[in-house]
């Protein structure tokens, strides 16, 4: 880089720096103790208050201020990063590690993530590979436009809470805005995709009919919501874990079925599973063994 536009780039830059440091704002002119903490230590109680009363008062910093001292050199020894040009791929690397963040978005991190959805054009958002799903769910309801994919009907209800402006944990009072008709299809079709729709619906029972009286899911085609609203609102709706003990209650091998969609608690329950069915149990668990590792392949 020729002698002068590295010139001009530098002074850019020192420029960015200070800006994003304060040293802009040339803060050190305020400073009363310039000789801090040594300077105040050194008080007693009543003149340090003494002093802040009349500072408070609207007397002039001068009066209080001593002469700066130098102070000892720091011996610590800093490990120094050095900058390099950014990539063609640096934007989308940025993007990737926000993603993959497991704790909920600062500000500016919100922030940065909203301006390269935009730098980078992204055309879709998959809530899955979020490390921390409200980030996902709040950066999908600020860019509407911008197609998403959500397999969890849980997922759904954040989402209409984000674009409500309500709490997206769902810990507090939801209560959701009247929705467009466009929001209304795509909200709707949303939960039509689910995985787990019938489940998610009869564990927030209430939520999903503050939800639905504003989504109207008899209006539109979406045959799975409109059998899961009936049912919410007949009292037939049965949660996951209901329909496997009432099948063990009635000693229903269609629970072997039930129980092969998660194979985790298919394990957990193994051994009173067979308790109940004897040997069955084991070759139902063995089958679904044999599917998940299949699958894997």
């Known amino acids: 880089m020729p002698g002068d536009a590295l010139g001009d780039w530098w002074r850019e830059t020192v420029s960015s720096f200070r ?14 103790y310039k000789n801090f903490p040594r300077e105040v ?17 609207g007397a002039p910093n001068e009066w209080f201020t001593e002469p700066e001292e130098a102070r000892p050199q720091l011996d610590e020894r800093l490990k120094l990063r050095v900058l390099q040009p950014a990539t063609d791929g640096t934007l989308r690397g940025i993007f990737d590690n926000l993603v993959a963040l497991k704790a909920n978005w600062t500000n500016d991190q919100a922030a940065h993530a909203q301006h ?7 055309e879709r958002l998959e809530l899955s590979v979020f490390g921390f799903k409200v980030n996902g769910i709040s950066l999908i309801a600020k860019n509407p436009t911008v197609a ?6 849980t997922d759904v209800l954040r989402l209409a809470a984000a674009l409500s402006e309500q709490d997206v944990t769902l810990r507090e009072n939801v209560k959701f805005k009247r929705f467009k008709r466009a929001d209304r299809r795509k909200l709707l079709a949303a939960l039509e995709a689910t995985n787990n729709l019938v489940d998610d619906v009869a564990q927030r029972a209430e939520l999903f009919k503050k939800l639905f009286a504003q989504l109207h899911p008899g209006d539109y085609g979406f045959e799975r919501v409109k059998h899961v609203y009936d049912g919410l609102y007949k009292g037939t709706l049965l949660t996951y874990s209901a329909k496997v003990e009432a099948a063990l209650r009635a000693k229903d091998a269609a629970v072997f079925d039930l129980l092969s969609t998660r194979p985790g608690d298919f394990a957990r329950r193994l051994h009173h599973l067979h308790s109940v069915f004897g040997q069955k149990a084991v070759e139902a668990f063995s089958k679904c063994c044999r599917s998940c590792r299949r699958s894997c392949c």
């Open 19 to 32: 800006a994003v440091t304060g040293a802009d704002r040339e803060m050190e002119r305020f400073v009363v």
């Open 116 to 122: 390269l959805v935009a730098a980078l054009a992204v």
């Open 41 to 57: 230590l050194d008080m007693s109680a009543s003149r340090y208050w003494v002093r802040q009363i009349l500072m408070y008062l």
């Open 148 to 153: 998403h994919v959500i397999t969890d009907a």
